[in-house]
T-cell receptor, first 112, second 115 residues
């Protein structure tokens, strides 16, 4: 059974600081997705990582994938309040036929 | 281009009542999914469909049924609602595995409360 674990689950940080969210998964996969969810809203796709060593950046967010370590990171640079949201990673298991398994989510709060 | 549309957006049911949640997509996606979201548990797959007329069980299928009579629609039914089914339900759709990079498109969610 594929398990996807995120840490931390809750993150409170000050504006201007840097931090990293970690996503570990339990089985072989070369496809990992990051989503953002604002309170009461749907999920918005942030990044799609399709191979070992993949790195994607958008604004203050950068995601990377290490398939050998079964680890993805979402790095936040110089956080701003607008980044406050819940972030989910999701893994597409090779043999599952495009079914995503989600982590528990990391609730990020950026304080002024 | 509406994407993925879910109806209703909110609903309160009494224990034992039945209801159907509708998901409609206009992107000609082959795959469709129903997830439920509960605090601290991420999203869990209820049922999914890889094409018109096909359905399959996901991680938490008990108490739910689904149908996909048309490619663009995926219905989730609760035959006899229970308080444990209080949740936010998300529908999603995607292309088949190739091209792999698109991932899911999500609907806006249905907030269901069973009292």
């Amino acid at each position: 059974e594929l398990k996807v674990e995120q840490n931390p689950l809750f993150l409170s940080m000050q504006e201007g600081k840097n931090y990293t969210i970690y996503c570990n998964y339990s089985t072989t996969s070369d496809r990992l997705y990051w989503y953002r969810q604002d309170p009461g809203k749907s999920l918005e796709s942030l990044f799609v990582l399709l191979s070992n060593g993949a790195v994607k950046q958008e604004g203050r967010l950068m995601a990377s994938l290490d398939t050998k370590a079964r680890l993805s990171t979402l790095h936040i640079t110089a956080a701003v309040h607008d980044l406050s949201a819940t972030y989910f990673c999701a893994v597409d298991k090779e043999t599952s036929g495009s079914r995503l398994t989600f982590g528990e989510g990391t609730q990020l709060t950026v304080n002024p | 281009n509406a994407g993925v549309t879910q109806t209703p957006k909110f609903r309160v049911l009494k224990t034992g009542q039945s209801m159907t949640l509708l998901c409609a997509q206009d992107m000609n996606h082959e795959y469709m999914y129903w997830y439920r979201q509960d605090p601290g548990m991420g999203l869990r797959l209820i049922h999914y469909s890889v094409g018109e007329g096909t359905t399959a069980k996901g991680e938490v299928p008990d108490g739910y049924n689904v149908s996909r009579l048309k490619k663009q629609n995926f219905l989730l039914g609760l035959e006899s609602a229970a308080p444990s089914q209080t949740s936010v339900y998300f529908c999603a759709s995607s292309y088949i595995r190739m091209p792999r990079s698109y991932g899911y498109t999500f609907g806006s969610g249905t907030r269901l409360t069973v009292v």
